[in-house]
């Protein structure tokens, strides 16, 4: 080991020897990083965040509201409202004219500066970055405003199909009803049907009681007999159908009025823990970071480099 090129004493010795070119290399590489990461060449960018929670939704299969909002807020209707009210492709200098992939452009700058992930708290937090830290925390502001809007009008959407239908049923049983109520007030007014057991009852007792007297009691409680016997069991029937046809429309109406209710309320569905904030210092890029990165990887390559040349320069003597 105490021959190998490779030992300490020589690696210091060929720092010693090669120290001035590894300060111009690093004095290089130091300027070079400082401008590439100044605003002149990178745009600095603000970053604002929120975190929120999923209250009211209405779960549409087995995932949780969190996931469920997760995917709402991801969707490329909030995206293109985004793009749109904000005028992005302007804002991220895209030239729909010029450039043919605009839209693929537009969309990967949003994937790259809007950031939305579900965190272990079963929460949500949706961060923005941009050259304009306002606009940052206005995008921010928008995608929980169109997520609420987004989700009302999913759920709207879904109580609307609800009401339809629960409409629908209602016409047919109220249809139902009145072709039920008008033959039964026919049987009233050509029979005098009012109460198939109560009439039946009672008209029993009268013509019993009047039976022999050859009168007028007897006649008319032989009428009613008559027409009970006739036109009773119509008569009953249909009275106990319209009692249950009755309990159907009002089991519907019920369906039909939260239904309605649920169209036309107007609920929040996000609970915003920390709201967006403008913020008045950068978050990237890290100048100090980058030049750091940049001198060190600078100095180790030309170190390898001279190390290379300093090994073959040894192997050839």
């Known amino acids: 080991m105490e021959n190998s090129f490779f030992n300490s004493v020589e690696i210091v010795k ?7 070119h590894l300060l111009i290399v690093g004095l290089i590489s130091f300027a070079l990083s400082a401008f590439i990461s100044s605003p002149l060449v990178i745009k600095p960018k603000f970053k604002s965040s929120a975190i929120i929670y999923p209250s009211n939704l209405i779960a549409f299969s087995n995932e949780s509201t969190t996931e469920q909002m997760l995917q709402i807020t991801q969707s490329t209707d909030i995206r ?15 030239d729909t004219l010029k450039n043919k992939h605009h839209e693929s452009e537009i ?6 500066n809007v950031s939305i992930r579900q965190t272990e708290y ?22 929980i405003h169109y997520f609420d809007v987004k989700s009302r009008q999913l759920q709207a959407s879904k109580s609307k199909e609800v009401m339809i239908i629960a409409k629908n049923q209602l016409d047919q049983k109220q249809a139902e009803m009145d072709s039920i109520e008008r033959r039964m007030e026919n049987l009233r007014k050509e029979y005098g049907l009012l109460d198939y057991k109560e009439q039946s009852k009672e008209a029993t007792k ?8 050859n009168g007028s009691a007897e006649r008319a409680s032989k009428q009613i007999l008559d027409a009970l016997k006739e036109k009773g069991g119509e008569f009953n029937a249909m009275n106990e159908h319209l009692w249950r046809i009755r309990g159907s ?10 239904a309605k209710r649920d169209v036309y309320k107007q609920l929040t569905y996000a609970n915003v823990v920390t709201r ?32 290379i040349f300093q090994s073959k320069k040894h192997l050839s003597r």
């Open 14 to 20: 060929v720092l010693n020897h090669w120290k001035k």
């Open 80 to 94: 293109d409202w985004i793009i749109k009210n904000f005028h992005l492709y302007k804002h991220y200098g895209i």
């Open 107 to 112: 969309f990967r700058m949003y994937d790259d």
């Open 122 to 143: 079963e929460s949500m937090e949706i961060t923005v970055f941009d050259t304009d830290p306002v606009i940052a925390s206005q995008m921010v502001d928008s995608i």
């Open 206 to 213: 009268a013509y019993l009681r009047a039976m022999g007297t």
């Open 249 to 258: 429309y009002n089991d519907l109406k019920g369906v039909y009025e939260n």
């Open 276 to 307: 967006p904030e403008v913020a008045d210092q950068k978050s990237y890029p890290i100048r100090w970071l980058i030049v750091a990165i940049s001198v060190g990887s600078s100095l180790f390559l030309a170190f390898l480099i001279i190390l």
